[in-house]
């Protein structure tokens, strides 16, 4: 099972990047995602998730209303459309998955069963 993440690079304060998240080696149609995103010197935090079914989503207050999380299930595919950016947003952006841990537990790394390897998001001022 792999999770490979793509869609970072350098953007001006203010731009739009799309991440993109999708899994190979089996079919996560029932799996719940998340985006962490990790900043040099800082924990790994919490950005956005979505529930197995896609009924549900949830934010990191400071990305409410600039960052959209969605799946596409056909694609095995996970996006996480960020607006507005701020120089702040930058950190490496990790996807992850899960199937056992429940949607309890979306906010932590221990909520979570297969990581990708991370994109580089860079904003400028």
């Known amino acids: 099972v792999q999770l490979q993440a793509s869609g970072g690079g350098l953007v001006q304060t203010g731009g739009s990047l799309r991440l993109s998240c999708t899994a190979s080696?089996?079919?996560?149609?029932?799996?719940?995602w998340g985006w962490f995103r990790q900043a040099p010197g800082r924990e790994r935090e919490f950005v956005a998730a979505?529930?197995?079914?896609?009924?549900?989503?949830d934010y990191e207050d400071s990305v409410k209303g600039r960052f959209t999380i969605s799946r596409d299930n056909a694609k095995n595919t996970v996006y996480l459309q960020m607006n507005s950016l701020k120089p702040e947003d930058t950190a490496v952006y990790l996807c992850?998955?899960?199937?056992?841990?429940?949607?309890?537990?979306?906010?932590?790394?221990?909520?979570?069963?297969?990581w990708g390897q991370g994109t580089q998001v860079t904003v400028s001022s």
């Open positions: 979505i529930s197995r079914g896609g009924g549900s989503t």
């Open positions: 992850a998955a899960e199937k056992t841990r429940g949607w309890a537990r979306r906010l932590t790394g221990q909520g979570y069963d297969y």
């Open positions: 080696g089996r079919t996560f149609n029932s799996y719940g």
